[in-house]
Structure formats: structure tokens, C-alpha cells
């Protein structure tokens, strides 16, 4: 398997060289929302350790994160009146990863209503600040 990178787009805003509308932070681990969300509330978390994905990380760290995960899920139900939640965790190209930092994406869920592409296109960011401030007061 490859090495970690430590340029890719996670890590250089872990290094605070990228902004980001910050959601949840622990010493282990950073929540934010997606830039290019494929539905309203769309975010992600990720371990502030260098791991490459699932394959290269430590039990520990998987742990840590996917718990920020399920209540990042459980906040995104509530702040969003959602259906339902998925959870992504994708491991090399061939698994559809593109950021070779560990991650999990937290989708909100509407019966019926399908996601999004993850095409490029960024959302607005005034459209990202309310969502993060919406996932934020669901988690207070």
C-alpha cells in the first residue's frame, strides 16, 4: 500500500492552510462540513493522526472516529429532520476514495430523495456556515 501523503486537502486543513466550517473538534479528531455535499448536511470526520484509510489505521484511531461519526449520524437525524443517515468510509481508488486521509461522510437521508454527485461543484459558503451551526446546536 502507499505511503501517507501529507499534502493531501484533510491534512493541510488539519494544518490550519485550508479553512473548513468546523463542526465538531476533539484532540483526536476533526468533523467539517463536505464542500461538495450530496445532500443538505453533508459532513465529514476525520482522525487528526496521519492514517491513509481503514487499511493503514490504528484499531484505536478507527474507533475514535467512528464514534464521532455516530454522533455526528445522530445530531445530522435531528438537525436535519431527516429520514435516515448513511455512512461512507471508501478504501483506495477502486473503492471510489479520492483523499487519502481516513474519513467518514455523514449524509443525511430523505425518503425518495436522491444524492447528489460528488461533482466538483462547491456549495455556497454561507449555505455550509448554517448547516455546521445547525449539526453544532444539534450536538449541544
Known sequence: MPSYDD????ARILRGEI???KVYEDADTLA????????????LVIPKSASRNLLDADPAVVAKVATVAQRLAIAAKAAFAC?????F???EAAA????????FHVVP???GVALKQHTGQMEKP???SANAERLRAALA
Open 126 to 128: 454561507d449555505i455550509l
Open 32 to 43: 467539517f462540513m463536505d464542500v461538495m455535499p450530496m445532500a443538505q448536511g453533508h459532513c
Open 7 to 10: 499534502t493531501n486537502v484533510f
Open 83 to 87: 429520514d435516515g443517515v448513511t455512512v
Open 19 to 21: 479553512p473548513c466550517h
Open 109 to 111: 437521508r430523505i425518503e
Open 89 to 91: 468510509q471508501f478504501n
Open 96 to 103: 471510489g476514495q479520492t483523499v487519502y486521509h481516513l474519513h
